[in-house]
Each structure stands twice: as C-alpha cells, then as structure tokens.
C-alpha cells in the first residue's frame, strides 16, 4: 500500500510560481510512474503531466506545455510539480497519484488508471 501526501499549495498572486510536493510511503518508489492532475469544483479532473518511475521521462497535456515541470527524487521518494507564471484559471485542487509502471513511455498514462491518490492541495490564484 503506497500512501501519498501533497503539500506546498496556497494562495498566491498571479505570476507567481509554485512547488508542488508529493511524498510517498510504503512502496518502492522507483516501481512507480507518477501523475499530476487539478480539478475546479463542477468540472472533471485534468491531467496534468505524468513521469516515468526514473525520472526520464515525462510528459505533459498541450494546456500546460512550458510553464509546467514535473521531477521526482527517488532517494526522498518524493515527486514534485512546478508551476510558473500563475494565472487565476490554475486555481484547482492538485493531485498527484501513482500507478506501478515500468516503462519510459508516459504519454499513454495520461487515461490510465491509477493505483494510488493523494488527497489534494489547494492552489488558489488572485489576479
């Protein structure tokens, strides 16, 4: 059983950057790929970005390409996501959740499901 927590949310000003934390317990890290979602209450979840259980690989959805990064310190066995030039319209609850995962190949994890979740945190952008 992989446990996951999320922290560095908050509430910030537009153009500000962010770092987002997910540390994992309970697993051996590296067996797990990684994936970034947000979700605005009434709407569906979004995928962000996932990474391979290396580090590799990453990939990420066309509406956050270039102001979003996705790394992971297996030896902290942590993964994070960084968020640049906030705008009001990333103002979401944000997830990240692991699935066991060998491979390189990230992009198909965008619909995958996943085994693990954490339980959110809240990032709140003023204008």
């Known amino acids: 059983q992989v446990q996951l927590v999320e922290s560095g949310g908050g509430l910030v000003q537009a153009g500000a950057s962010l770092r987002l934390s997910c540390a994992a317990s309970?697993?051996?890290?590296?067996?797990?790929?990684m994936g970034w979602f947000r979700q605005v209450p009434g709407k569906d979840r979004e995928f962000i970005g996932s990474i391979s259980g290396s580090g590799g690989s990453t990939y990420f959805a066309d509406s956050v390409k270039g102001r979003f990064t996705i790394s992971r310190d297996n030896a902290k066995n942590t993964a994070y996501l960084q968020i640049n030039t906030l705008k009001p319209e990333d103002t979401a609850v944000y997830y990240c959740?692991?699935?066991?995962?060998?491979?390189?190949?990230?992009?198909?994890?965008?619909?995958?499901?996943?085994?693990?979740w954490g339980q959110g945190t809240q990032v709140t952008v003023s204008s």
């Open positions: 309970g697993g051996t890290f590296s067996n797990y790929a």
């Open positions: 959740a692991a699935i066991r995962y060998s491979w390189e190949t990230v992009e198909i994890l965008r619909n995958a499901r996943y085994d693990y």
